[in-house]
């Protein structure tokens, strides 16, 4: 390194401040241009490539842990859902355990290696990019020795009883420590599984080298194609895993099961359900027995149903949510929830082409799993939507405060019923339900149509398409609900087309929509007789026509 001296601290200064507004992927751009400059000093050059090396390796300083989850690199997940299973997932390696594995084996089985490791790695750190300083030969060697010593030590804790269990409460203990747990919606972190160890000891021990079975393995996900609903690009996808694993298999005739690291990796980090559902039909699984990976689409299944309702009763605040206050979830739970709601479509879908709910010795588990969550959402998620949604429609003059909120809660207990239905376990609580909201719609929109001469009409309309945002979650507009014959009809339509006419204010699509319905009703209602017409549903008619003429 070079003396520092009042020149270089400024501009190691203004490097921080350059570097620090560009990503990643552009620093190492830079980087790889300060390289390659010409015309200038060499020792200029090479104090700046450090300063932004130091810049780039100064937040990353486990560097002897980051090198050691190098190993699991390709089938580490961060999915927060999983830890809701109740079981341990097969094949499943998230990050946070990869750490907690790390603590444990940095302590009790290679200490002074660990220790090593990271010196030498703080050594390569000071000249070269951390990224590229894990790649070379040197760091390689250290990896290779830390992989055999893991393999070593793990096999000596699950040798007895006594020494597994004392592992799986250090790993326990340190999963509890976890931050990324905390925002899980778990009262308290799950216990480590002997199976997770067993499958982070299984990708160490067949590692070694180019053509490693974790190398073929690893080769063959990262060539798998990522999910896809056309029903054609599924079955492809499930012919390709079936041969994959035939020919893993083969290769691995002295440990067969091996190869069913592939397909649980399909499932855990590739999440192609679709492919792995039709995979186990295929494969001839015996659901009742089951094997590694029907289990995995099970806990997949089980963890994201739990997972949704431990989030809607912590968003919701159903245990302590006082009775008539409004509901607030931010846009991220929000976003969650619903990204839940997606991922459970397609399990869905995944297990019901597996087979797996015909057997009458599997399905009990989704059955019960769907009941409980059932329970919760038909229940109390759906009284609080009820209640809300009445409360949104009441509300005259103003909206609610939290009326967007509202409406989204109504569409994912609607959604919640299409996926009771595509499992068939329908039932009429909801439908019943439903019914009783829009018949709350309809009420509320015969108490918004009653309006004094005084009353703003604008304000009549944009309270009639909040009642509308709430009722088309269920297909239902409020045009229905509003008679032809009703003059406060043909007033407030009046008036919204004359602006429209005059270019004063621009309709929205749901205005449109129900404007369009009630002159089309108006235009029946015309032609019924031959003799009688009324004169004010044919100037409204006329009036229509002519606010839909361009203008000029």
């Known amino acids: 390194m ?20 560009l990503p990643a992927h552009l620093v190492y751009n830079l980087l790889s241009e300060i390289e390659g400059m010409d015309g200038e000093s060499p020792e200029r050059i090479q104090l700046v490539r450090l300063y932004v090396i130091e810049h780039l390796n100064r937040q990353r300083t486990n560097r002897a842990r980051r090198l050691f989850t190098t190993l699991f690199e390709s089938f580490m997940i961060d999915d927060d859902v999983l830890y809701h299973a109740g079981v341990a997932v097969p094949g499943m390696v998230q990050r946070l355990d990869v750490g907690a594995l790390w603590e444990l084996l940095s302590r009790d089985g290679f200490p002074v290696l660990a220790v090593e490791a990271q010196e030498k790695l703080d050594d390569m750190a000071r000249t070269e990019v951390l990224d590229r300083a894990l790649r070379s030969p040197e760091a390689l060697a250290l990896m290779e020795r830390m992989r055999v010593a893991a393999v070593k030590h793990l096999d000596m804790v699950l040798s007895s009883r006594k020494t597994t269990d004392d592992a799986l409460a250090a790993l326990s203990r340190n999963r509890a420590r976890r931050t990324r747990l905390l925002s899980a919606y778990l ?12 499958t982070m000891r299984d990708i160490l021990a067949h590692a070694e080298g180019p053509g490693a079975p974790i190398a073929l393995i690893d080769e063959k996900l990262k060539a798998f194609p990522a999910p896809n609903p056309n029903a054609w690009e599924q079955e492809r996808a499930a012919d390709r895993l079936m041969n994959a694993v035939d020919d893993l298999a083969d290769r691995f005739r002295d440990n067969a099961t091996l190869a069913q690291l592939l397909p649980l990796s399909v499932v855990n980090v590739k999440r192609n359900y679709a492919a792995v559902g039709l995979y186990i039909r295929q494969s001839g699984v015996d659901p009742g027995r089951g094997n590694a990976v029907s289990d995995g689409l099970t806990a997949h299944f089980v963890a994201t149903i739990r997972f949704l309702t431990a989030a809607l009763t912590t968003v919701l605040k159903l245990n302590e949510r006082v009775p008539g206050s409004a509901i607030r979830p931010s846009l991220k739970e929000k976003a969650r929830i619903n990204a839940l709601m997606q991922r459970l ?14 057997d009458r010795r599997s399905e009990p588990t989704f059955r019960n799993a769907w009941g409980a969550a059932s329970k919760i959402v038909v229940t109390r998620v759906a009284a609080i939507a009820m209640e809300r949604s009445a409360q949104a429609a009441v509300a005259r003059r103003h909206a609610v405060i939290d009326h967007e909120d509202v409406i989204w809660l109504d569409r994912l207990i609607w959604d919640w019923q299409e996926r009771t239905r595509d499992f068939g376990y329908e039932t009429y609580e909801l439908s019943k339900w439903r019914e009783t909201l829009l018949e709350e719609m309809r009420a509320n929109v015969e108490k918004a149509m009653k309006f004094e001469e005084t009353d703003s009409l604008d304000e009549r309309m944009e309270h009639l398409l909040r009642i509308n945002g709430i009722s088309t979650v269920f297909d239902q507009r409020v045009s229905r609900w509003i008679p032809t014959t009703s003059h406060n009809m043909t007033r407030l339509l009046s008036h919204r087309l004359e602006r429209a006419k005059d270019l004063t204010e621009e309709m929205s699509p749901a205005e449109r929509e129900i404007i369009d319905d009630l002159i089309a009703t108006a235009k029946t209602e015309v032609g019924k007789s031959r003799y009688w017409k009324s004169n004010e549903l044919v100037d ?13």
Not at 2 to 21: C, G, P, Q, W, Y
Not at 345 to 358: C, D, H, K, R, Y
Not at 540 to 552: D, N, T, V
């Open 345 to 358: 479509a397609q399990v869905i879908e995944a297990v019901t082409a597996s087979g797996l709910m015909e």
């Open 2 to 21: 070079f003396d520092a001296s009042d020149d270089d601290t400024t501009l190691r200064k203004k490097i921080n401040e350059l570097v620090a507004r």
């Open 187 to 198: 009262d308290k972190a799950p216990h480590f599984e002997t199976g997770t160890v067993q």
């Open 540 to 552: 409204l008619i006329e009036l229509s026509e002519k606010a839909q003429k361009p203008a000029g």
